[in-house]
């Protein structure tokens, strides 16, 4: 029988990011590294949206989480937000692009602190990703 707890098969971290293909290029490259050892990524549209909306999706997106903790251990979650994300209904929704910013700033925090409950030993990184591929870390 393997051991199905070998640290041979633990990766870095678990990233949550929106489905946008957009970012995807930079996102990858960027969180390659971060995270040489590997990350595992969950992806959905809206990403943080998921966890911040109804039940469904957030019982969903925390069981992701969940697999990726007990399959790889993680030590870091990486939380992405983007700009011009469908899923708010794009950047047409602010009326400028420091206020879209500003919010996606919160939904991390906010999405930030219902993790740090459920994965209090995981370290909850925050990333606002600009169409322009420019990276912000909060
Ligand atoms: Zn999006």
């Not at 098969?9 to 990858?28: E, G, K, M, P």
């Not at 590997?38 to 957030?58: Q, T």
């Not at 206020?99 to 906010?110: G, H, N």
Request: charge should be negative; charged fraction near 25%.
């Amino acid at each position: 029988m393997p051991d199905q707890n070998s640290s041979s098969h633990s990766c870095q971290a678990v990233v949550l990011h929106c489905i946008d293909f957009r970012f995807n290029t930079t996102l990858n490259s960027y969180f390659d590294k971060c995270f040489p050892q590997g990350y595992d990524l969950i992806s959905i549209a809206g990403s943080c949206k998921g966890l911040l909306g109804d039940e469904e999706h957030r019982k969903f997106l925390l069981e992701q989480f969940e697999i990726s903790h007990k399959l790889h251990h993680p030590q870091f979650i990486a939380l992405v937000q983007h700009e011009d994300c469908g899923a708010y209904g794009g950047s047409k929704n602010f009326s400028a692009g420091v206020i879209e910013e500003q919010f996606q700033q919160e939904e991390l925090t906010k999405a930030k602190e219902l993790l740090s409950r459920e994965f209090p030993e995981s370290k909850i990184e925050r990333y606002f990703i600009k169409l322009s591929k420019e990276i912000v870390t909060i």
